[in-house]
């Protein structure tokens, strides 16, 4: 286990056109983990078992047993149709059954609203109100003065959307095998095991490290084959998401509008104003935060072939959240390609598996993105927000990617679309992907295929396969949105989008297709990281 991050500096970087690699040795294995072994396992009846928790150890939300995540225990979604929202808590402790929890201070609560997630900790129940940990629940409410109207609109309690919840780390809620419960009080996690699970012999770690390697101003350095696995996120100010995985932390600070004080998730791997990194066929798996982060005025650098399952946050983020970012801050040229990407988002069920922020000439391009609870790729940022026009955004392209059952209704998490954008972004090209399932069925739910969101400007959208969405196969809504053209795409949607804003146009797209053409199924087949031909689903074909 790590308890410090690897960091390599400007002194690691390769000199005089060389590069300096790191990697496991040629038949070798190398695991990069922030976890500790969790034994001395005791059986308590009713098939539990209990083991103590290391002091090193904070609050253990996951578990990984044999090497499959055990999550707290939860309740099923609460009906909340009679309970209050106020700046004190939430009415209904009786109603809701978690008065009756025999320790309400460990237990944490879920808000889905929209596209935003909320995890609040309870302090402490007085007759029959929740009062939740600050400042956890007064960054989730209404009129925080540090988010514009719209993000009022999606706190917790809205009376414009609808919005649920549910209840997590109670004992009583410990019914299904491969869940657990953490007890602050005695330090201990009282688990369920699966059928077949043997916990005198079990593999089992709890996280306890946030970040594993930290990339500081290094340049010409290649990460290859590593493992980043069992990593933390410690979360002392609760998780008020804002979008994609972004949160509102800290008590106080200043009005962003434009989304320009949201906090990016921790992550496993960091690289900070780095020059021509490379992250090449490693493995991020089992992770309580994000994957890998290019930050800071990263520029040329790439990550390529490498797998990301069973993470709780995003998958990939890149750049930042300044619109006008200093020029040694400005993040350029970089690379996503050839990944795979399977349940990420497994805990903050907001985070998409790609994000970018302000970045120009950024390359998403033949990746592949599965089961994923919310949008599955989201370029820019900021909004109509005046602090945000004429950003440093533009110029990327989002090619070739496998986009496959993304935005799942049982997750709750609504308003997204398999391929995001925001902002304006001149010659940024979305061609050539396949998406297929985008919360099919639920059209009310605004399961979007490609969705110009907001004021996403000067897009092109050609040559892609939008198949089985529940709502608008694109999306250019807002009159804001402008110069956008979708242009030569196939789908088998028979909701004609208006397509807004002064010169967006649609031409020459297929649309209402029971039949995928040949040289639709090409470009699906393609798709993706491979191997190719990928599979292609029919037309038509009843939901699964």
């Known amino acids: 286990m790590r308890t410090r991050p690897l960091v390599f500096t400007e002194l690691d970087s390769g000199r005089d056109g060389h590069t300096v690699t790191w990697s496991a040795e040629p038949g070798g294995h190398v695991e990069l983990s922030g976890g500790v072994a969790l034994d001395g396992w005791q059986p308590e009846g009713d098939g539990r078992w209990v083991a103590m928790v290391p002091d090193v150890i904070s609050t253990p939300r996951q578990l990984y047993v044999n090497g499959l995540r055990a999550s707290w225990a939860r309740s099923d979604w609460l009906d909340h149709a009679d ?27 879920v808000f889905r609203v929209r596209w935003r997630d909320y995890h609040c900790p309870v302090a402490s129940i007085a007759d029959d109100l929740i009062r939740f940990a600050e400042p ?82 290094a340049h010409d350095l290649v990460l290859k084959g590593l493992s980043f696995a069992h990593t933390a996120w410690h979360l002392p100010d609760g998780y008020v998401g804002a979008q994609a995985g972004f949160t509102l932390t800290g008590a106080s600070g200043p009005l962003g509008e434009a989304g320009s004080h949201y906090t ?24 309580g935060g994000a994957g890998a982060v290019l930050e800071a005025g990263t520029k040329d650098s790439t990550v390529t072939a490498c797998s990301f399952s069973d993470v709780s946050s ?57 089961q994923l609870p919310y949008s599955g ?18 110029d990327n392209r989002i090619t070739a990617n496998r986009i496959v059952d993304v ?34 069925g639920t059209t009310a739910n605004d399961g979007n295929g490609i969705y110009l969101d907001e004021q996403s400007s000067h897009i092109l959208v050609a040559g892609n396969v939008v198949t089985r969405v529940g709502y608008k196969w694109v ?61 292609v689903a029919a037309l038509g074909i009843p939901e699964p």
């Open 83 to 109: 309970c209050k929202i106020g700046p004190e808590g939430i009415t209904g402790a009786g109603a809701l059954g978690i008065a009756a929890y025999a320790r309400p201070s460990d237990v944490e609560v």
């Open 136 to 217: 956890c629940w007064t960054n989730a409410l209404p009129g925080t003065g540090r988010v514009g109207p719209h993000w009022d609109n999606t706190a917790v309690g809205t009376e414009i959307h609808g919005w649920s919840m549910f209840a997590t780390n109670a004992l009583e809620l410990l019914t299904d095998p491969g869940f657990f419960v953490w007890n602050s009080e005695e330090r201990t996690v009282t688990y369920l095991p699966r059928e077949g699970e043997d916990m005198e012999r079990a593999d089992v770690v709890v996280p306890c490290t946030e970040q594993l390697v930290v990339v500081e101003g």
């Open 264 to 287: 990016k998730p921790v992550a496993a791997l960091s690289v900070r104003g780095g020059r021509r990194v490379t992250v090449s066929g490693c493995a991020f798996v089992h992770l």
């Open 314 to 370: 995003g998958g990939v983020y890149v750049g930042d959240i300044d619109p006008h970012p200093a020029p040694g801050l400005a993040d350029e040229g970089n690379t996503v390609s050839f990944n795979t990407f399977h349940g990420t988002g497994a805990e903050f069920t907001d985070s998409v598996a790609i994000w970018a922020g302000y970045t120009r000439n950024l390359t998403i391009d033949h990746n592949t993105l599965e």
């Open 377 to 394: 790729i989201s370029v820019g940022w900021g909004w109509n927000q005046p602090e945000a026009q004429d950003p440093w955004l533009g």
């Open 407 to 440: 935005l799942r209704v049982a997750e709750r998490q609504h308003d997204g679309g398999a391929i995001y954008t925001q902002g304006p972004q001149r010659g940024t090209v979305v061609e050539a992907n396949y998406i297929d399932r985008s919360e099919y």
């Open 475 to 535: 999306s250019n809504w807002a009159e804001y949105g402008v110069e956008n053209r979708a242009a030569g795409n196939w789908t088998d949607n028979t909701i004609t989008p208006a397509f807004s804003g002064a010169g967006s146009v649609m031409e020459d797209n297929a649309e209402g297709l029971t039949e995928l053409p040949p040289e639709a199924v090409r470009v699906a087949e393609g798709a993706g990281a491979g191997p190719w031909p990928a599979p």
